[in-house]
């Protein structure tokens, strides 16, 4: 059986190479020279090649095999390392890993941003991360593949679960600028959408298996998730809503028009954090809900988002749901 070389001798090699002498390593390492040269020796029998020049040189240099070993030993003693600050981390309470299920209806901004914090604050703990539409957030949490969901709508009343409202996001219809619907120039009535084809979200989600949310039209292309619907209407092939943090670029730059329909109810989406009531958050879920509570609770009303895109404020609020 082929020897394994140990950790010690893997620290006692990088010291060596990253100190550019024997002398220098053992200070550093508050060992005697003569046990870093035989540590050294050891680990080059075991690999069976040697790692550092020594003849006609008054410092060791890295032999060419010696500088490929240097970036294995680097990426084992950081995995090491990596290791213990997890097991660390696990001592004190801090989960391994966080699953997390997030509603495409959370703006994607405030995802990135407060990922990026999660990731400096929690180093240690892996994240597994899934985004999707209508009940799948709903659905992952309560048959335990996430830990925590992030999204809307609560479908069914279910004691199982605990639910905090966060926030909240709304629905526009928005059509392409040249678009039938958008020529017209006008508040647009029900009959003018009935003809025209709408683009739906199908979801996987049992929760949400035959029920459809603001679907007007008699013409209807189904699609898998928000990115495909997004991408088809830019593209002119028909008319739906968008969540506002979705639509709000192109609407801004002249891509897409938000339409002046009464009968689609635009009004805001309540958001929760969701999780099972057997499966409290550790301290690095926990910041995760409340991270995103902060900063979804002072999002933009629908009235301040129309304000800001120039579009009309609706004539009534409304909870709605897609």
Not at 86 to 114: C, F, T, W, Y
Not at 178 to 190: A, F, G, I, S, W
Not at 259 to 285: F, H, I, N, V, W
Request: charged share 25%; glycine share 6%; proline share 5%.
């Amino acid at each position: 059986m082929d020897a394994n070389p140990t950790l010690d001798q893997l620290q006692v090699f990088l010291a060596v190479a990253e100190t550019g002498s024997f002398s220098a390593a053992s200070r550093a390492l508050n060992r005697a020279q003569s046990v870093v040269s035989y540590t050294i020796a050891n680990l080059e029998a075991q690999l069976e090649m040697p790692l550092f020049e020594r003849s006609g040189a008054r410092q060791p240099k890295l032999t060419e095999a010696g500088k490929a070993m240097l970036t294995d030993a680097r990426r084992i003693v950081a995995d090491l390392q990596v290791m213990r600050a997890r097991a660390k981390s696990m001592k004190q309470g801090l989960e391994a890993e966080v699953s997390l299920a997030i509603s495409v209806m959370v703006p994607s901004n405030a995802v990135v941003d407060e990922l990026r914090e999660f990731r400096e604050r929690f180093p240690s703990v892996a994240l597994n991360l899934n985004v999707g539409e209508l009940g799948m957030v709903m659905d992952m949490v309560m048959s335990g593949r996430a830990d925590i969901g992030l999204g809307g709508a609560l479908l069914k009343q279910d004691d199982t679960i605990v639910a905090e409202k966060i926030g909240y996001s709304f629905l526009i219809p928005v059509a392409s600028s040249d678009h039938p619907l958008v020529r017209l120039n006008r508040p647009l009535t029900l009959s003018d959408v009935r003809e025209e084809v709408q683009l739906v979200v199908t979801d996987a989600s049992e929760l949400t298996k035959g029920r459809d949310f603001n679907v007007l039209s008699y013409k209807i292309w189904r699609v898998s998730d928000i990115a495909t619907k997004h991408q088809l209407i830019r593209g002119g092939l028909g008319w739906g809503g968008l969540p506002a943090s979705v639509a709000a670029k192109d609407i801004m730059d002249g891509k897409l028009v938000a339409l002046k329909l009464d009968a689609y109810e635009q009004g805001e989406y309540p958001l929760y954090a969701m999780r099972k009531t057997s499966r409290p958050p550790g301290p690095a879920g926990q910041w995760l809900i409340d991270a995103f509570h902060r900063r979804l609770s002072s999002c933009p009303s629908h009235e301040e988002f129309a304000e800001k895109l120039g579009l009309d404020a609706p004539h009534e609020v409304r909870e709605a749901a897609e």
